[in-house]
Every structure is written in C-alpha cells, then in structure tokens.
C-alpha cells in the first residue's frame, strides 16, 4: 500500500499529466506545473522537460519562471537535454537571474552524460572570452568530442580554430577535413567559410 506522500506525488503526477496534454480541453500547462512540482515520480524525468518546452515556445505564455522550474524539475531528476534548457535559461537569464557559471556547470553536466549539443555549446563557452571562463584547452577537448560524433557546428568551429590558430596550432589540413564535414552535416556558415578561405 502505497504512503499517504507516495500516494499524493503519484496523485499529483497523473493530475498535472492531464493538465499538459494539449489534447484534453481543459489543457492548463500553469495547473501542470503546479502539480508537477509535487511529485518526484519517475515519469517526470521527461514530461517536466516538455511541458517547460510548451511554455517556452508558446506566445500564449510569457510565464519564464515556471518553464524554469520544468527544466530544473527534470534536469534535477538527471535529464541530459533538460540540462540544456536549464543552461539556456541562465545562459538567457530566461525564468532566472543570467549566470554564465552556472550555464555552463549544466552544459558540462549534460556533455558528461554524453549530450552532444551540450559537449559543443560548454566548449564554445570555454573558448569565448565574454563568458569569463578563458579555458581553451577544455573547449577544444569538448568542441572536438562533438566534432567527432558529427554535430555540424562543433565541425564547423573546429575547422576555423584550425584554420585561424585559434587555441590549437595553425594545420589547414585538419581546417579544410572539419569544415568539410561541416557542409556534408548540413553547415551552410561552414561553406562560406570554406569559399572565403580555400
């Protein structure tokens, strides 16, 4: 038999699933939250992220706070892409106070879980000096993990740190192979690049 805490976190959770179905007319992505924010069940994992994408997204609600809470719910329970969001809040200062720091401790956190985006965009913070973090050997090490798992803008950066000697030594070879595969992913800033510069 379930606890009366256990009950009410469950009870809670089925509750604020209905409210973020934007399917059900009585969709209330505010009551969604309420409800969400008390209970700790695993489902969460994923639905407090997406409901906090909903909010995000939609002209409907300018309530940054409360999609905050949703990336933090499900980043706290070890979502790597919610980790992102949290991030970009802070990253933003969106639903939070800005603090580059703290964008970049949960960038790191979902690029150690293996989040691709998240390897390249905590390198890039690393390597840009207007975040205040001036750390260009753990970027490159990140950018290149991103590069290395095909994520066009992480090619696409690594191909001009090579090409500019930008915290690694000048090699146009290894510029020329990143941006190249910049532009087979997709890259079109990589193809102006390459046109500019080869």
């Known amino acids: 038999m379930l606890s009366q805490c256990d009950a009410d976190s ?3 959770y089925y509750l604020g699933h209905i409210y973020a179905n934007q399917e059900y007319e009585g969709f ?11 209970s700790e069940e695993e489902a969460l994992f994923e639905e407090a992220n997406e409901l906090g994408k909903i909010i995000y ?3 409907d609600y300018d309530e940054p706070n409360v999609a905050f809470d949703c990336f933090m719910k499900s980043a706290s329970m070890g979502n790597d892409r ?28 979902a690029a150690d879980l293996g989040n691709v985006k998240a390897m390249y965009r905590y390198g890039d913070m ?20 991103a590069a290395y798992k095909g994520y066009a803008d992480a090619q696409y950066s690594l191909g001009t ?3 500019e000697g930008y915290a690694v030594s000048v090699d146009k070879v290894s ?24």
């Open 82 to 109: 919610a980790m992102c969001n949290v991030a970009m809040c802070y990253l933003d200062g969106y639903g939070v106070e800005q603090d580059f720091e703290s964008a970049a401790k949960y960038y790191k956190q």
């Open 10 to 12: 469950e009870v809670n």
């Open 57 to 59: 997204s939609s002209d």
């Open 28 to 38: 209330d992505p505010m009551l969604a939250h309420d409800y969400f924010m008390d």
């Open 161 to 163: 740190c090579y090409n």
């Open 175 to 198: 510029a020329r192979m990143w941006l190249e595969r910049a532009v087979q992913n997709g890259s079109e800033e990589a193809q102006d690049y390459l046109d500019k510069n080869f």
């Open 126 to 145: 690393c390597l840009n000096a207007d975040y205040g973090m001036s750390n260009a050997i753990e970027g490159i090490d990140y950018i290149t993990r």
